[in-house]
């Protein structure tokens, strides 16, 4: 970004701004916005040198780029990487950093593909994950051994919306010199920067709030430090798990609304969880920004701009009754995912949890007629009005 005066520049219009720098030297067209990339590798001046510091797509790509230096803006990191998925980022960080005898301290309320991940993929290779409650921050030393390397939380987690302390958190990687990660996927860097409060390590799904358009699967990890990046640069080209320019671009395109989208986001999800919480087919709301919420105090203290998009609810109904529900629902989608401007709606028991056994899904509380709501952007009324006719046909 360049301005002809110095000033400071705000989150939305870093998002607009950062890396979009139409070239005015007459040598090739002035795009506002920067262009598609495609090319898979670049032409060297000299044996040397490399033109704009790029050489082959898979270590650098100047699409990949703009999305990486809006990213890195809005977490206020130094550096950013993205990858082909959330998982994929995720992926690169545990092999970035850690090796076979190390352990892992993780939050038990997590993504259910974060959970696969480190329970059945990485235990092959001895990196041992312990599923532990992050609530209180007192728990994380109950936990804590010797082999123990990184701590990884998530917050707000699905479905039920869990903090967890992200200040406490990096206190505790501090005292013990592990790695911490927050995977910031659900509240995005509007409502809350875990790097500014200490944090290591940001992942993100981009797929869901980022992008913002349920059109493109993409993950990114944000790091402050530079001896952290230049080893995950180094994981990330040998890997090769990176985005690629038209996903790049389409995260780009995306990230440029992240601030009034989420705005709404916050908005609609208010108020949806309050008139929810008055209906008389509801048992229980779960949303952070509600007085009624479990760790509300905590929710004030940490998440700055709005209290997210994502409202959970039990209804009162019975599998039958969740059906009928399901049919009479407009607007809305059951789909997976979250984050984009149409609102979706999941059932945890059937489908992030289908997996899980009938009675684990029982101690956690997760039964039929939980439902978790991505509120998109509709209009309020049209969203209110969606839901009250299903819960009316109850
Ligand atoms: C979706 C999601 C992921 C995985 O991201 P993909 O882009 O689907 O690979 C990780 N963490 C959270 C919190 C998610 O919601």
Known sequence: MKFKTNF???FDTNAIHIDEVPNLSGETSSDVVSPIHFSSTFAKPDYENTCLGHGYSRLSNP????????LSSLENATHTICY?????AETAVILSYLKSGDEILCFDDIYGGTRRLLAHVFDNFGI?????????ATNFEKHY???VKMIWAETPTNPFL??????QLALFAKKHKILSVIDNTFATPYIQKPLDLGIDIVVHSMTKYINGHSDSIAGAVCLKDSTLYERLRFVSNSTGMVLSPMDSYLNSRGIKTLGIRMQKHCENAFEIARFLESHKKVEKVLYPGLESFPQHALAKKQMKNGFGGMVSVYLKADYEQMKSFAQNLQIFNLAESLGGVESLYGAPYFMSHGSVSPE???QMNITKNLLRLSIGLEHIDDLKKALDNALHSL
Do not use: W, Y
């Open 8 to 10: 400071t520049t705000h």
């Open 84 to 88: 082909a998925s959330g998982q994929a």
């Open 360 to 362: 684990i899904k029982q």
């Open 162 to 167: 869990t903090l967890c302390d992200i200040e």
């Open 128 to 136: 041992i994950t312990h599923f532990i409650d992050m609530r209180e």
């Open 63 to 70: 699409t990949r780029e703009v999305i990486e230096s809006k």
């Open 145 to 147: 051994n010797p082999r």
